[in-house]
């Protein structure tokens, strides 16, 4: 079955720098959305940043100049990164990977409910 594991999660100073990791195994595709999406306790889920089959990228604009995804996809793996510069103390939230290997993504993707796999998720604190 499909299995989306993050990792890179962590505690950093404002200003500093993470870099997320999206391991998928399982998959089959002839194309693809996947996304990071974050949450706050009490808040509603945000979508950050998406990637598709075809490279195309989407960000928040809580993110856009600041977050860069991006995926590798050789040798019949796939990963997904988020690269997380400039961090603000409003960025910290659980962090989740979501796939969709059925289409490329839409523009309501940051919905969330074209997404049918996720992630356990990774916590980043960053602290003023």
């Known amino acids: 079955q499909v299995q989306l594991v993050e990792s890179g999660g962590g505690s950093v100073r404002s200003g500093g720098s993470l870099r997320l990791s999206c391991a998928a195994s399982?998959?089959?595709?002839?194309?693809?959305?996947m996304a990071w999406f974050r949450q706050v306790p009490g808040k509603e889920r945000e979508g950050v940043a998406n990637?598709?089959?075809?490279?195309?990228?989407?960000?928040a604009d809580s993110v856009k100049g600041r977050f860069t995804i991006s995926q590798d996809n050789a040798k019949n793996t796939l990963t997904l990164y988020l690269q997380m510069n400039n961090l603000k103390s409003e960025d910290t939230a659980m962090y989740y990977c979501?796939?969709?290997?059925?289409?490329?993504?839409?523009?309501?993707?940051?919905?969330?409910?074209?997404?049918?796999?996720w992630g356990q998720g990774t916590q980043v604190t960053v602290s003023s």
């Open positions: 979501a796939a969709d290997f059925d289409d490329i993504c839409s523009g309501s993707w940051d919905e969330g409910l074209s997404f049918g796999y």
């Open positions: 399982g998959y089959s595709y002839s194309s693809y959305c």
């Open positions: 990637i598709d089959s075809d490279g195309y990228t989407n960000y």
